[in-house]
């Protein structure tokens, strides 16, 4: 089923005359599109459809959330900070990177299992090669059904703890330069640089992990002491979030058209 992974509610943040301007990052072209016409991906129905009521209601919660973000009020609420901190947790959850580091080395473990099969069975070499195509059928139909809900399921109980576990910091731009939203909104990274699950970096061994909030304000996890305050993002704090969500990005990010201080970096 075709499945939004970045929240349509968090999307509607970057609009102008209900557009927003969708940047691929591979070619630099550029389009004006709406929420509803970005940032989709066709998942199995087994894997994604135990999130999608989770997902809604959170995107109802959200929307409720916006204003307090923007008047500065959001963090003297626990429940709204954790309401935040669940938002943080479904995106990094429903990520294309997410996914295709569930599913890249399903062809590696195929083809190691043949090989086993006919290590162990030397004599039924011609018969397990012959069959192949119908191994693989049922190979794949058993990731789609089984092997990829088991591991979502639990990769997303791990996920939701770690994120519950910390607290939040919310930054706010107050100069000329907004913010751009990745279709992996989720950056996260290590003291090494490395940047994203695909880069080895799970969520739990970051260093640094943040989401924008819209085109002005962004959400960190932190470990320290909770502050209501926001902090002051300038400049160059922008142009550095904005270099790691295009780095970030699988093909496209989004921006609010007319933007300053959005970087066209070809992957």
């Not at 894997?47 to 916006?66: A, G, Q, Y």
């Not at 062809?107 to 190691?112: A, H, L, M, N």
């Amino acid at each position: 089923m075709n499945s939004h992974f970045v929240s349509r509610a968090l999307l509607r943040r970057f609009l102008i005359n209900g557009k927003l301007i969708s940047h691929n990052v591979y070619n630099h072209s550029e389009n004006p599109r709406s929420p509803e016409q970005v940032s989709y991906i066709k998942l199995p129905s087994e894997v994604i459809l135990p999130l999608e009521t989770e997902w809604s209601v959170l995107e109802d919660k959200m929307n409720k959330l916006f204003p307090l973000i923007d008047n500065g009020t959001i963090l003297f609420s626990k429940e709204n900070r954790d309401i935040i901190k669940q938002f943080l947790a479904l995106h990094f959850i429903r990520s294309q990177a997410l996914y295709t580091f569930m599913v890249q080395d399903s062809d590696k473990y195929f083809e190691q299992a043949i090989n086993d099969s006919i290590k162990n069975k030397p004599d039924s070499e011609a018969e397990i090669l012959k069959n192949r195509p119908l191994y693989r059928k049922q190979w794949d139909e058993s990731l789609r059904t089984r092997i990829l809900p088991g591991i979502y399921k639990s990769k997303s109980e791990d996920i939701k703890g770690y994120v519950m576990e910390q607290e939040i910091e919310i930054a706010v731009v107050t100069g000329k330069y907004e913010i751009a939203l990745s279709d992996t909104p989720v950056i996260n990274l290590d003291d090494s640089g490395r940047q994203g699950i695909l880069q080895g970096v799970p969520i739990n061994e970051s260093t640094s992990c943040i989401i924008p909030l819209g085109p002005r304000h962004v959400v960190a996890l932190t470990n320290r002491k909770l502050k209501t305050d926001y902090t002051i993002l300038q400049t160059y704090s922008v142009e550095r979030i904005n270099h790691y969500s295009v780095n970030q990005s699988a093909a496209y990010y989004y921006y609010r058209k007319n933007s300053k201080g959005i970087l066209h970096l070809k992957k």
